[in-house]
């Protein structure tokens, strides 16, 4: 559907149903994943800075990692925005949000030439990501 198609569909919904979850995070993905490039072209920036007496095949791994997680929050968003356990407009712009805030915090690092570590980025990753399980 077009966007004039899904404003229009959006407009006529009476009972906010499965269908209207549906459409409404259809919507929100037409403006989202296209931001999404700008916002891994930003994460690019100050891993490639900072990657750079590390192999070439680190900065792919790292790479693909950093795009796995994007799709991890994005699929999650997507099920839980279609489900209207949360907002879709939260589920479709969750990735952006969260990508674009680890951009920005790496650019500050990189600008005020501290190093980056990856290694221990993911192991804080990791261990924020357990209390998050643990309290829910």
């Known amino acids: 559907m077009s966007l004039a198609e899904l404003r229009q569909s959006l407009r006529e ?14 919507y929100h ?8 490039c700008f916002v891994l072209g930003l994460i690019a920036v100050p891993l490639g800075i900072q990657t750079k007496d590390a192999k070439r095949s680190f900065g792919i791994i790292l790479g693909l990692l950093v795009f ?18 949360y907002p879709p407009i939260v589920g479709m712009w969750m990735p952006n949000i969260v990508i674009g805030a680890l951009a920005v915090y ?17 192991l804080g990753l990791v261990k924020w990501s357990e209390r998050l399980v643990r309290k829910t």
């Open 68 to 85: 796995l997680v994007y799709y991890v929050i994005l699929s999650a968003g997507w099920v839980f925005g279609e489900a209207g356990i």
């Open 29 to 36: 993905k037409k403006f989202a994943l296209p931001f999404s």
């Open 106 to 122: 790496l650019m500050f690092m990189t600008a005020n030439e501290r190093p980056i570590k990856p290694i221990h980025m993911t």
């Open 13 to 26: 919904v009476s009972v906010k149903d499965d269908q209207y979850y549906l459409t409404l995070m259809e």
